[in-house]
C-alpha cells in the first residue's frame, strides 16, 4: 500500500506557471484530480506505470503535461498558462493496476492534496 504525497502547489498569477509533484513508490498508474470549493472533484491528468499512456481533461489539454521519473518515484504535473478557474484543491492518485484510467473509482490510494490558486 503506498500513500501518495503531492507537493508544488501555492499562489500564481494568471498565465503563470507551476509544477506538481507526486512521489509514490511502487508501480503504479497515477492520476491527478482536483477539487474547487464547492464542486465535485473531476479528473485532470492520468498516466500509466511505464509512462507509455496519458490522459487529459480537455479543459487541461494543450496547457498541462503529466510525466514521470519512476526512477524517484516521482510523478509531476507540469501546470502552464494558468487560469483562474484551475483553482482548487489538487490531489493524486495511485492504482497499483498500473493502467491510466480516468476514472476516480479505479484509485484506492490518495494524497491529502496540494491547494493551487491562480489570481486574476
Known amino acids: 500500500q503506498v500513500q501518495p504525497v503531492e507537493s508544488g502547489g501555492g499562489l500564481v498569477q494568471a498565465g503563470g506557471s507551476l509544477r506538481l509533484s507526486c512521489a509514490a513508490s511502487?508501480?503504479?498508474?497515477v492520476g491527478w484530480f482536483r477539487q474547487a470549493s464547492g464542486k465535485e472533484r473531476e479528473f485532470v491528468a492520468a498516466?500509466?506505470?511505464?509512462?507509455?499512456?496519458?490522459y487529459y481533461a480537455d479543459s487541461v489539454k494543450g496547457r498541462f503535461t503529466i510525466s514521470r521519473a519512476n526512477a524517484a518515484n516521482t510523478v509531476y504535473l507540469q501546470m502552464a498558462n494558468l487560469k483562474p478557474e484551475d483553482t482548487a484543491v489538487y490531489y493524486c492518485?495511485?492504482?497499483?493496476?498500473?493502467?491510466?484510467?480516468?476514472?476516480?473509482?479505479?484509485?484506492?490510494?490518495w494524497g491529502q492534496g496540494t491547494q493551487v490558486t491562480v489570481s486574476s
Open positions: 492518485a495511485g492504482d497499483p493496476s498500473g493502467i491510466a484510467s480516468m476514472k476516480i473509482h479505479l484509485y484506492p490510494y
Open positions: 511502487g508501480s503504479y498508474a
Open positions: 498516466i500509466s506505470w511505464r509512462g507509455t499512456t496519458t
